[in-house]
Protein backbone atom coordinates (compact mmCIF):
# COMPACT_ATOMS: atom_id res chain seq x y z
CA UNK A 1 0.00 0.00 0.00
CA UNK A 2 0.98 3.23 -0.83
CA UNK A 3 1.70 6.12 2.15
CA UNK A 4 3.78 7.46 4.81
CA UNK A 5 5.50 5.72 7.54
CA UNK A 6 6.99 7.16 10.60
CA UNK A 7 8.40 5.09 13.19
CA UNK A 8 8.95 4.93 15.59
CA UNK A 9 5.04 5.62 17.09
CA UNK A 10 6.76 7.01 20.61
CA UNK A 11 10.08 7.63 21.45
CA UNK A 12 11.78 8.61 24.88
CA UNK A 13 15.09 10.22 24.87
CA UNK A 14 16.86 11.96 27.95
CA UNK A 15 17.64 15.22 28.01
CA UNK A 16 20.89 16.79 25.80
CA UNK A 17 20.42 14.08 23.61
CA UNK A 18 19.94 14.24 20.22
CA UNK A 19 17.45 11.66 18.06
CA UNK A 20 16.43 11.25 14.36
CA UNK A 21 12.74 10.90 13.59
CA UNK A 22 12.18 8.25 10.50
CA UNK A 23 10.02 9.83 7.58
CA UNK A 24 9.31 7.19 4.18
CA UNK A 25 7.28 7.77 1.53
CA UNK A 26 6.54 5.72 -1.22
CA UNK A 27 3.79 7.95 -2.95
CA UNK A 28 6.76 9.19 -4.96
CA UNK A 29 5.45 12.76 -4.06
CA UNK A 30 8.47 15.21 -4.82
CA UNK A 31 7.65 17.47 -1.42
CA UNK A 32 8.15 16.31 2.07
CA UNK A 33 7.25 18.35 5.61
CA UNK A 34 7.69 18.24 8.99
CA UNK A 35 5.38 19.74 11.62
CA UNK A 36 4.86 19.96 15.09
CA UNK A 37 1.74 19.72 17.29
CA UNK A 38 1.49 21.13 20.44
CA UNK A 39 -1.60 20.27 22.44
CA UNK A 40 -3.87 23.12 21.85
CA UNK A 41 -2.10 24.52 18.91
CA UNK A 42 -2.16 23.93 15.59
CA UNK A 43 0.32 22.20 12.98
CA UNK A 44 3.76 24.34 12.71
CA UNK A 45 6.05 23.73 9.93
CA UNK A 46 10.04 23.13 10.71
CA UNK A 47 11.49 22.16 7.67
CA UNK A 48 10.29 21.47 4.25
CA UNK A 49 11.59 19.72 0.78
CA UNK A 50 10.87 20.45 -2.49
CA UNK A 51 13.06 17.90 -4.00
CA UNK A 52 15.96 15.55 -3.73
CA UNK A 53 19.19 17.65 -2.06
CA UNK A 54 17.30 20.70 -1.14
CA UNK A 55 15.20 22.12 1.83
CA UNK A 56 14.09 25.22 3.43
CA UNK A 57 13.17 26.13 6.82
CA UNK A 58 10.01 26.61 8.09
CA UNK A 59 8.48 28.62 10.54
CA UNK A 60 10.26 27.06 13.84
CA UNK A 61 13.45 25.32 12.51
CA UNK A 62 15.24 26.36 15.54
CA UNK A 63 16.90 22.96 17.17
CA UNK A 64 15.72 20.97 14.47
CA UNK A 65 18.19 19.65 10.90
CA UNK A 66 17.07 17.74 8.20
CA UNK A 67 18.49 15.90 4.91
CA UNK A 68 17.05 14.74 1.65
CA UNK A 69 19.13 12.47 0.02
CA UNK A 70 16.66 10.09 -1.06
CA UNK A 71 12.99 11.51 -2.82
CA UNK A 72 11.72 9.11 -0.79
CA UNK A 73 12.87 10.00 2.62
CA UNK A 74 12.95 12.88 5.10
CA UNK A 75 14.36 12.24 8.56
CA UNK A 76 14.46 15.09 11.50
CA UNK A 77 16.81 15.26 14.10
CA UNK A 78 15.69 17.18 16.88
CA UNK A 79 19.12 18.54 18.29
CA UNK A 80 19.62 19.37 22.07
CA UNK A 81 19.73 22.57 21.16
CA UNK A 82 15.83 22.58 21.12
CA UNK A 83 14.61 24.10 24.46
CA UNK A 84 10.87 22.22 24.16
CA UNK A 85 11.42 19.16 22.19
CA UNK A 86 8.31 17.00 23.61
CA UNK A 87 6.05 17.17 20.86
CA UNK A 88 3.80 14.99 18.45
CA UNK A 89 5.95 15.20 15.18
CA UNK A 90 4.14 14.99 11.37
CA UNK A 91 5.51 13.88 8.36
CA UNK A 92 3.59 14.72 5.05
CA UNK A 93 4.30 14.77 1.60
CA UNK A 94 2.79 16.12 -1.51
CA UNK A 95 3.39 15.44 -5.17
CA UNK A 96 3.61 18.62 -7.70
CA UNK A 97 0.31 20.31 -8.08
CA UNK A 98 -0.84 19.51 -5.22
CA UNK A 99 -2.37 22.90 -4.76
CA UNK A 100 -1.60 22.46 -0.58
CA UNK A 101 -2.85 19.25 -0.75
CA UNK A 102 -0.76 17.26 1.80
CA UNK A 103 -0.70 13.42 2.63
CA UNK A 104 0.19 12.38 6.49
CA UNK A 105 1.50 9.79 8.42
CA UNK A 106 0.48 8.80 11.86
CA UNK A 107 2.92 10.91 13.53
CA UNK A 108 5.89 10.31 16.12
CA UNK A 109 5.37 11.06 19.88
CA UNK A 110 8.55 12.60 21.17
CA UNK A 111 8.77 12.50 25.10
CA UNK A 112 12.32 14.19 26.36
CA UNK A 113 12.99 13.92 30.04
CA UNK B 1 0.53 37.98 7.31
CA UNK B 2 -2.05 35.18 7.19
CA UNK B 3 -4.04 33.26 9.93
CA UNK B 4 -6.41 30.79 10.41
CA UNK B 5 -9.05 31.32 13.70
CA UNK B 6 -11.05 28.08 14.92
CA UNK B 7 -12.32 29.33 18.10
CA UNK B 8 -14.26 26.39 19.31
CA UNK B 9 -11.70 24.44 21.38
CA UNK B 10 -14.22 21.59 21.93
CA UNK B 11 -17.56 20.46 21.34
CA UNK B 12 -19.84 17.40 22.66
CA UNK B 13 -22.41 16.39 21.41
CA UNK B 14 -25.14 12.89 20.85
CA UNK B 15 -25.06 11.18 18.01
CA UNK B 16 -27.58 11.97 14.96
CA UNK B 17 -27.25 15.74 16.03
CA UNK B 18 -26.02 18.46 13.52
CA UNK B 19 -22.99 20.38 14.25
CA UNK B 20 -20.62 23.21 12.64
CA UNK B 21 -16.80 23.74 13.22
CA UNK B 22 -16.65 27.50 12.66
CA UNK B 23 -13.14 28.87 10.77
CA UNK B 24 -12.34 32.44 10.51
CA UNK B 25 -9.41 33.42 8.33
CA UNK B 26 -7.04 36.42 7.31
CA UNK B 27 -4.99 36.87 4.40
CA UNK B 28 -4.00 39.62 2.12
CA UNK B 29 -3.69 37.46 -0.98
CA UNK B 30 -6.64 37.57 -3.63
CA UNK B 31 -6.34 34.13 -4.43
CA UNK B 32 -6.09 31.60 -1.45
CA UNK B 33 -7.30 27.67 -0.71
CA UNK B 34 -9.32 27.01 1.91
CA UNK B 35 -8.61 23.29 3.68
CA UNK B 36 -10.43 21.14 6.14
CA UNK B 37 -8.52 18.21 7.41
CA UNK B 38 -9.64 15.45 10.29
CA UNK B 39 -7.56 13.84 12.68
CA UNK B 40 -8.60 10.97 14.50
CA UNK B 41 -7.20 9.59 17.93
CA UNK B 42 -4.76 7.41 15.28
CA UNK B 43 -3.14 10.61 14.71
CA UNK B 44 -2.47 10.83 11.17
CA UNK B 45 -4.65 14.27 9.44
CA UNK B 46 -6.63 13.43 6.37
CA UNK B 47 -7.45 15.89 4.27
CA UNK B 48 -11.42 16.58 3.34
CA UNK B 49 -12.02 19.56 1.25
CA UNK B 50 -9.82 21.99 -0.44
CA UNK B 51 -11.95 25.33 -1.36
CA UNK B 52 -10.30 27.82 -4.37
CA UNK B 53 -11.24 31.50 -3.36
CA UNK B 54 -12.94 32.24 -6.53
CA UNK B 55 -15.24 29.51 -5.77
CA UNK B 56 -18.02 30.67 -2.98
CA UNK B 57 -20.31 27.51 -3.87
CA UNK B 58 -21.65 25.68 -0.77
CA UNK B 59 -20.19 21.65 -1.27
CA UNK B 60 -21.65 18.49 -0.19
CA UNK B 61 -20.07 15.53 0.59
CA UNK B 62 -22.25 13.02 2.13
CA UNK B 63 -23.33 13.81 5.85
CA UNK B 64 -20.56 16.91 5.03
CA UNK B 65 -21.05 20.66 4.20
CA UNK B 66 -18.78 23.44 3.77
CA UNK B 67 -20.09 26.73 3.97
CA UNK B 68 -17.24 29.21 2.24
CA UNK B 69 -18.31 33.21 2.77
CA UNK B 70 -16.53 35.91 1.37
CA UNK B 71 -17.37 38.77 2.83
CA UNK B 72 -17.66 37.37 6.20
CA UNK B 73 -14.07 35.65 5.62
CA UNK B 74 -15.26 32.36 6.82
CA UNK B 75 -15.47 28.53 6.05
CA UNK B 76 -17.48 26.67 8.27
CA UNK B 77 -17.62 23.16 8.30
CA UNK B 78 -20.97 20.95 9.27
CA UNK B 79 -21.59 17.50 9.74
CA UNK B 80 -25.32 16.17 9.51
CA UNK B 81 -26.39 13.57 11.74
CA UNK B 82 -22.89 12.84 13.93
CA UNK B 83 -21.53 9.35 14.28
CA UNK B 84 -19.23 8.50 16.85
CA UNK B 85 -16.67 7.93 14.21
CA UNK B 86 -16.47 11.77 13.43
CA UNK B 87 -14.94 12.26 16.95
CA UNK B 88 -11.68 13.89 16.17
CA UNK B 89 -10.23 17.04 16.08
CA UNK B 90 -10.70 19.31 12.91
CA UNK B 91 -8.29 21.56 11.94
CA UNK B 92 -9.03 24.41 9.09
CA UNK B 93 -5.97 25.48 6.97
CA UNK B 94 -5.35 28.87 4.17
CA UNK B 95 -2.79 28.71 1.83
CA UNK B 96 -1.63 30.72 -0.92
CA UNK B 97 -2.49 30.21 -4.15
CA UNK B 98 1.07 30.51 -5.78
CA UNK B 99 4.60 30.16 -5.33
CA UNK B 100 5.29 27.32 -2.01
CA UNK B 101 1.65 27.20 -0.78
CA UNK B 102 2.49 26.51 2.80
CA UNK B 103 -0.58 25.74 4.92
CA UNK B 104 -1.18 28.15 7.76
CA UNK B 105 -3.28 25.92 10.22
CA UNK B 106 -5.43 26.72 12.78
CA UNK B 107 -5.58 25.35 16.35
CA UNK B 108 -7.97 23.04 15.74
CA UNK B 109 -11.45 21.90 17.28
CA UNK B 110 -11.83 18.80 19.21
CA UNK B 111 -15.46 17.26 18.46
CA UNK B 112 -16.90 14.09 20.71
CA UNK B 113 -19.44 12.57 19.79
CA UNK B 114 -21.46 10.56 22.05
CA UNK B 115 -23.49 7.63 21.35
Known amino acids: DGGITQSPKYLFRKEGQNVTLSCEQN?????MYWYRQDPGQGLRLIYY???????QKGDIAEGYSVSREKKESFPLTVTSAQKNPTAFYLCASSPQGALGEQYFGPGTRLTVT | AQKVTQAQTEISVVEKEDVTLDCVYETRDTTYYLFWYKQPPSGELVFLIRRNSFDEQNEISGRYSWNFQKSTSSFNFTITASQVVDSAVYFCALSEATGFQKLVFGTGTRLLVSP
Open chain 1, 49 to 55: SQIVNDF
Open chain 1, 27 to 31: LNHDA
